[in-house]
């Protein structure tokens, strides 16, 4: 069974903006925290952002004041607001639940390059 659909993704020039999608199951939605990853080439999978079911946030330091992670909890849907982007941007983006054994939806390409 497929429990996140990422979406959103694409090619954005440096400074530009894109807003990430991830679609979620009911029950994952409601009960656990939530994780924005990427994966660059080369490069081993990274947690950029996090948010609790009561909306805390976390950020790492390379996106915080530039990322900003939300919950659409009417269509149970974790966004990722991401501006003033950078070619170190460039990734696969993908969410799950952090530290867990859930597998890995498909993913969503970032390109930021002029």
């Known amino acids: 069974q497929v429990q996140f659909v990422e979406s959103g993704g694409g090619l954005v020039q440096p400074g530009g903006s894109l807003r990430l999608s991830c679609a979620v199951s009911?029950?994952?939605?409601?009960?656990?925290?939530m994780g924005w990853y990427r994966q660059a080439p080369g490069r081993e999978r990274e947690l950029v952002a996090r948010i609790t079911t009561g909306d805390n946030t976390n950020y790492t330091d390379s996106v915080k004041g530039r990322f900003t992670i939300s919950r659409d909890k009417a269509k149970n849907t974790v966004l990722l607001q991401m501006n003033s982007l950078k070619p170190e941007d460039t990734a696969v983006y993908y969410c799950?639940?952090?530290?867990?054994?859930?597998?890995w939806g498909q993913g969503t390409q970032v390109t930021v390059s002029s």
């Open positions: 799950n639940v952090p530290r867990s054994s859930r597998p």
């Open positions: 009911r029950t994952i939605f409601n009960f656990y925290v």
